[in-house]
């Protein structure tokens, strides 16, 4: 019988999603929970498993087509009349159940799980190839081949990697084992057989004689990316927030050589290694420590109902800056954490964020946000605040600078802070306290042991 598989709601309302790129193709046989497909929401990608067991019979979209919450996606041929279960499982699985909209079915054993065989096959007609080179995973369609292979365990950067080197990650597998395949692995193994990385790969140091612009293969003057997903709708939420709120952003220059020696006692306590505690933690802390006292600046403007929403909890949103474009997820209730849960928090986020997994839940909401641009090497800017939000804090890099300290002229470790703020809900006088409160804990950590 054929049995039909439609497009799910991923969650958070969103109406449609993007294919990025199928696993499986049209005759390939899959088992229950197998992925089938990556599909990118306006938030995140997400990885669709199979609620069936059977054959691929039709593939009613290609990859770069946008796809309806339930519009037909996939039809499979299965086992069974019309009466039967839509996937029959063994005895010993019989509670099992298809899960349409999520994470599969429940485990069947408690040991590690087992990697998908991993079928190359025909490749479709058509490949939208600027897809599947922003896509999370290196499945790539090829020639039909008879053998089956297990998927080489790597991450989304490291596949990213290794296909823009060329380099097939079953090769690496054979060399390495089965653990999970590294760049350190990647990078390896193209010095071994001699694979260079493209040009565009190269950081020059000069920037007036070593520069030369990259340049398409073909000779093109121009490249035409196609705004899909997270891009897309990060660029309508920037137009939306900064047309609605008007933006005002201030800024401040503080002295954190206090904080960088905190940071340098606690990285020399060997009870904390486990943990890799940075400025932004502290800067975390800092924030949620402030807005007790600034409330405006953790409330929303509910147009439809005339109101002012104060939020009593934090709901911290971390900008990262990811392949797919920029992201803001959120550590939940990050004003109950302490500063090395903080910390952990921060680097799990990022973490995923690079990976590609955030998943939609993680990015809905929040109440205020920090957005790192020193990592850049950048000492200021005027970041545009995230739709809901009154305010958002860009942490510039540390730099040592002459600096006035205790009526002489000392190297100091010095920060740049911007915050923008929605002038309809915060004014000038509450933007600046609130920023004085956050470089005052930075100045003098010990400070926070007066704040409740």
Not at 46 to 59: D, H, K, M
Not at 309 to 335: N, W
Request: glycine content about 8%.
């Amino acid at each position: 019988m054929i049995a039909e598989f439609r497009l799910p709601d991923l969650g958070e309302g969103l109406a449609e999603a993007e294919v990025v790129q199928w696993l499986v193709a049209p005759g390939d046989p899959v088992a229950l929970n197998q992925t089938l497909a990556e599909v990118e929401t306006a938030k995140a990608v997400v990885e669709l498993p199979s609620p069936y067991e059977g054959t691929v019979a039709t593939l009613h979209a290609e990859a770069g087509e946008t796809v309806a919450v339930g519009a037909a996606l996939i039809d499979f041929e299965v086992v069974g009349d019309e009466e039967s279960a839509p996937a029959p499982v063994p005895e010993s699985t019989e509670k099992t159940q298809p899960n349409l909209v999520g994470y599969g079915a429940a485990p069947t054993s408690t040991g590690r799980p087992a990697r998908r065989a991993r079928r190359t096959g025909a490749a479709p007609a058509v490949v939208d190839t600027s897809v599947l080179e922003a896509a999370p995973h290196d499945a790539t369609p090829s020639a039909a081949v008879d053998s089956v292979v297990e998927r080489p365990r790597s991450t989304p950067p490291v596949r990213a990697h290794a296909k823009r080197l060329g380099i097939d990650l079953v090769l690496v597998a054979a060399e390495v084992g089965d653990r999970l395949i590294t760049r350190a692995d990647i990078d390896g193994y193209a010095e071994r057989v001699g694979v260079r990385g493209p040009a565009s790969s190269v950081v020059h140091t000069d920037p007036v004689s070593s520069f030369t612009p990259a340049v398409p293969g073909d000779g093109a003057r121009e490249t035409r990316i196609p705004i899909r997903g997270v891009r897309k709708h990060t660029a309508a939420a920037m137009v939306q927030s900064a047309f609605t709120a008007p933006h005002v952003t201030v800024f401040h220059t503080v002295d954190v050589t206090a904080t960088m020696d905190l940071l340098a006692g606690l990285r020399a306590d060997r009870s904390l290694d486990a943990h890799r505690i940075g400025p932004l933690a502290v800067v975390a802390k800092a924030v949620c420590l402030a807005l007790g006292r600034t409330p405006g600046l953790n409330s929303r403007w509910d147009e439809a109902a005339g109101e002012i929403v104060q939020h009593h909890y934090v709901d911290l949103g971390i900008a990262a800056a990811t392949d797919r474009g920029l992201i803001v997820p959120m550590i939940r209730d990050a004003e109950r954490l302490t500063l090395i849960e903080l910390a952990d928090a921060v680097r799990t986020l990022a973490e995923v964020a690079r990976s590609g997994k955030t998943s939609p839940a993680e990015l809905a909401g929040g109440t205020f946000s920090i957005s790192n641009i020193g990592v850049f090497g950048v000492d200021a800017g005027t970041p545009i605040l995230p739709p809901g939000q009154s305010g958002i804090l860009a942490v510039g890099a540390v730099r040592r600078q002459p600096w006035e300290f205790r009526g002489e002229i000392a190297l100091r470790q010095m920060m740049t802070l911007s915050l923008s703020f929605d002038h309809r809900l915060v004014d000038g006088a509450e933007g600046a306290r609130f920023l004085k409160d956050v470089a005052d804990l930075l100045e003098e950590p010990g400070r926070a042991m007066l704040l409740r």
